[in-house]
């Protein structure tokens, strides 16, 4: 007999595509083309706005010279960075072809405490990267179409729901999905930077006019602190990197080779972007303000005026947006297969460990959604106020992960550990010195948020993970207690009634096919009259084999009257009870509004007593067609 399906489910079907079965997750894996537009949207992403944050750190204090002589030498910094972490990554690849994530890493050499902390920092930076990713489309958007500002925030959630509905539909179907503008936003950039190259050197570079409402630009003089500055500002181009690293499963056979591969591409198209973008800023003077990015005043000035460099414009524009919102497809695809890792170690809620329809980790999916959607509406989708929270969960993750490769090293000795452990403790090193600098230099302008938030989430997992102990350890005891524990001899089975009626029909009817040593009718008199005409209705059909007790109640505790049934039958020490509950199923979910719940609270309290055995038998509604003349007969019966 075929299972009907629910309204829901069809739903689903419709919205998400017919369900994949267990056997066809092979075939969700990704080609390198595919992987590269999934896993590397993130850190491509952050070339649109890396530059513009430097400039954003340096300009109001020493003015011009953040473009003559700061600028490029920051960004050849962070990309030397950049390379130590490609490396880095590709002996952490090597080592966890499984999977190599700074969880996997941290708990496997530094601990199982050292991974709490390196998966909620990078968890926390997967949300930041959602909100600050759809906040930075918006602010591409508004930069070309001024009109879409005031709506930046509520097309800010619509794009995450967008990118959430996508990837619940399956890592190959978004890979499709995504794809293209990845690629698009590839192809302008280096297009932009290409054309702004050879008109520079044919014509010069001259500067961009200084858009309105722009940054304050200062006269001061350059100290330390402004480079550290200036440097923890373009830490947001490392974000994403480590992306490749969790994600290994989801790259085809063999996983860890492609992986690799696909990290290194990525590495080199982020590199020559960010060099590039920064190049051009530098050259053009472009300055930031509050509604036109640096980014699209580099594109507008390097394709230069006419209908088909307008045209071309647009596009850079669009394909920036594109990809700014997609980026977040990093997050979403990497988030719940990191949060399944916890989940597993029962530092997170089991849920997250279950594939859905489409044989994603659905829960993780939506779980993102919601939580970047905060930030999001809290900071008015504004990348500014966003980006101070941003990346220093991801270089505490980078540290605790490298630093976990180096020990693995060292207590492997493998073929080649010297110069893996050259490489992984290098990247060790780099990172923590990212880490404290943006730490330092970021932590009044949000980052301490991050700072108090990560070792609280990590407080509140501990407590989550000490529940489930508690639970597994006292369902392991009660197995040896039950198996060893003597058999009761004697077994009762109890009908609770509230009405004759076929739900209780059908409970009674169960009840006579178990194997018992008594069997009686249980109804809690909270409505005397009610009870009278009951008792009188079980005679009238002499169910004289299932007989009826009525139990006073008058305070109308049903679930306390009924207890007391039970704990009396309980009394003697030697009977196992069995509680039926006939339980009304509805097709809608608005039917159950109509009716109340007291047969949950029933086996609630029931349940709790030792020995006492709660059974729902289910009454579906509407699996006996009723007849128009039966339905008349009944209307006349009740009238009369």
Known sequence: MDVPETSGYRLKNKVLGPALTTDQLEHERLGKPTALAVFASDALS??????EEILRAMLP????????????PITLALVTVLVILVFSYRQTIKAYPSAG?????????????????????LLTDYILTVAVSVSAGMAALYSAVPFFYPYRVEMALLFIAIIAWGNLRGVKESGRIFAVPTYAFIISMFAMIITGLVRGMVGGFSHVPMPAEHEAIGSGAVGLFLVLKGFASGGAAMTGVEAISNGVPAFKKPEAKHARETLVIMGAILGTLFVGISFLAAKYHTVPSAKV????QV??????NGPASHAIFFFVQAATMLILVLAANTSFADFPRLASFHADDAFMPKQLTKRGHRLVFSNGIVALAVAAAIPVVIFKADVNHLIPLYAIGVFTSFTLSQAGMSVRHIKLKEQGWKLGLFINGLGAFTTGV???VIGVMKFWHGAWFVIVLVPVMVALLVRLNRQYEAESVELEHEVDDAMQAPVRTRHSVLVLVSDLDRP????IQYARTLQADERRAVHAAADPEKAERLAHRWQELNMIRVPLDIVDCPDRRLARSVMDVVAEELADGRTEVTVLIPRREYTHWWHRLLHDRTSDELAKAVGRLPHANVTFVPYHFGSTPISAEERAAYHAAKHH
């Open 293 to 296: 990015t640096v980014i699209s």
């Open 504 to 507: 209780t029909a059908r409970a």
């Open 299 to 304: 594109a507008k000035h390097a394709f230069g």
């Open 46 to 51: 952050s070339t649109a706005y890396a530059s």
């Open 434 to 436: 990212v880490t404290i």
């Open 61 to 72: 204090v020493i003015g011009f010279l953040a473009f003559t002589a700061f600028l490029v």
């Open 101 to 121: 994530g700074a969880y996997i890493v941290t708990k496997d050499n530094l601990g199982l405490m050292p991974a709490q902390v390196a998966g909620v920092a």
